[in-house]
């Protein structure tokens, strides 16, 4: 890449998830990792009609809204952008995002919306502490340097910095961190080094029930090393915790990619489930089991759901992307049956037990592939629910989706740009958008869950 073109500029906007718009005579430029009001030099990296992209060279004053005293890893730290602001200030800038997104396609098709359909954004309840699951990697600050554990460093994927004063990670979670890592420092363990597949650790996992306190942490390493010494267990349960840890595993797996793999799990303490209660609804959930990383922001996107659906009674309700399940028990006092599909058969099989733990004998759970099973069930329901991963849903799905002909359709959304592009099916199939509304399901972060209601006459 050229980096010999530099330009500068204030920041006058924002592009979904952190992408900062610097208007210049050349025209606009789009700049990962800015906020509104900064003025930056940045590297000419691509110029199109229309697009152009530009590299943060170097922030050289910060915007007016920053007024917090960040995270010390921030900027370091991939995991968050948005440390520096008050919450007010980011929830302000995520829905003017979600607001131009979804205006932008709207545009497209006139009639297609009622008016005000944009009900803003509902923040989080708590911005501090709040997220449930982290997934912490093992890895170093330089080729050959110290072990860490932590976060991926910013645009440098083999990096990582070690998060010991995480904001958003649950303060017990960063205890645990903490006592692993020094552990692990006292054997000389080794991290798990991509390119020459050589190392022993890999990541930590831990999850944990906001309202049950129960953690479970999950140490996940290649094979080389064996089974963990007796003391490893011990070492954890001895530590003084704000919860405590319902069950301690290990996971191997010797596969090549950086995501988690359960190749073998290892119960060396306690069970492998957590609990959790949503909206007075008790789940339990297995170490890989989807699950919303904010409990109460979860409560807060599922009472919107809830309230898009309306009181009225119907037949049938589909939940698909069910996970363990929440949304199909939180709908099912408002259909004869609901009928939730899962991909990941330890979720569904999960789903099932939970709801019948919570006595609710109306739900039907699939344990397939939306996209397989979805113009061949046997029904037509009045109401779907979907709520696919970032990607979105695969036209396979969508088609089948638009197939079972539901006068309803609410689209939970983890990535408003998927949403978007989905939408425009929708409305070519003759859905009109009634509503829709952001949830700050992941404050700090560029995170952000869109709910969108969309109806057929
Ligand atoms: N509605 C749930 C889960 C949403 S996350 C909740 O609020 O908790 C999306 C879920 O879709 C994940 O559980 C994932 O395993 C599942 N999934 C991903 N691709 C799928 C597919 N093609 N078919 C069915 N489920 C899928």
């Known amino acids: 890449m050229r980096k010999t073109e530099i330009r500068r500029g204030t920041v006058g906007g924002l592009k979904f998830p952190n992408q900062g718009i610097v208007r210049t005579d050349e025209g606009v430029f789009v ?14 990296r691509k110029k199109r009609a229309g697009r152009n992209e530009g590299q943060l060279e170097e ?10 005293t960040p995270c010390p890893h921030f900027r370091i730290c991939g995991g968050c952008a948005y440390q520096s602001v008050p919450a ?9 995002m979600v607001s131009d997104l979804l205006a932008s396609c709207v545009s497209e098709y006139p009639g297609m919306a009622d008016r005000g359909y944009f009900e803003g954004i509902v923040p989080s309840p708590e911005a501090e502490g709040y997220r449930n699951k982290m997934e912490f990697s093992f890895g170093n600050m330089e080729k050959g340097g110290a072990l860490t554990l932590g976060m991926h460093v910013s645009g440098r994927f083999h990096d990582v910095v070690t998060v010991e004063h995480c904001r958003i990670a649950d303060p017990d979670m960063i205890t645990l961190l903490k006592a692993v890592l020094d552990y692990a420092l006292s054997r000389s363990w080794s991290a798990f080094n991509r390119n020459t597949h050589e190392g022993f650790l890999r990541h930590l996992l831990i999850r944990k029930g906001q309202r049950s306190g129960e953690i479970l942490l999950d140490l996940v390493t290649t094979s ?15 530590l003084k915790l704000e919860g405590q840890l319902s069950g301690i595993l290990h996971t191997v797996n010797d596969a090549l990619s950086d995501a988690i793999v359960n190749e073998e799990t290892r119960l060396l303490y306690g069970r492998d489930y957590f609990t959790e209660t949503i909206l007075g609804k008790d789940f339990r959930i297995t170490p890989f089991s989807f699950f919303q990383t904010n409990s109460a922001g979860a409560e807060v996107l599922y009472r919107k759901v809830r309230e898009f659906a309306g009181e009225k009674k119907r037949r049938l309700i589909f939940d698909l992307y069910c996970g363990t399940g929440t949304i199909a028990q939180i709908m099912s006092d408002l259909a004869e049956k609901v009928v939730g599909v899962e991909v990941v058969e330890e979720a ?11 006595g609710i004998d109306n739900i039907d759970f699939i344990s397939a592939d939306v996209a397989k099973v979805v113009s061949g069930l046997p029904e037509r329901p009045e109401l ?14 969508l088609g089948g989706l638009l197939r079972l002909g539901a006068e309803s359709i609410i689209y939970v959304s983890c990535k408003p740009t998927s949403l978007v592009r989905d ?11 009634k509503r829709a509304a952001a949830v700050n399901l992941f404050p700090r972060t560029t995170g952000i869950e869109t709910v969108a209601l969309f109806a057929k006459e």
């Open 348 to 358: 569904a099989e999960a789903a099932k037990e939970n709801a019948e733990r919570n």
């Open 423 to 433: 939408m425009k099916e929708l409305f070519n199939a003759g859905y009109s958008l």
């Open 31 to 44: 700049v990962k990792n800015t906020l509104p009001g900064q003025t930056i030099s940045f590297y000419v």
């Open 384 to 397: 779907v629910v979907v709520d696919p991963p970032r990607e979105g849903m695969s036209p396979k799905a």
């Open 88 to 96: 007010e200030t980011e929830n302000e800038w995520k829905r003017q």
């Open 224 to 238: 080389g090393g064996g089974t963990l010494p007796e003391d490893f267990k011990d070492m954890l349960l001895s």
């Open 59 to 68: 922030i050289i004053s910060p915007s007016p809204e920053e007024t917090e």
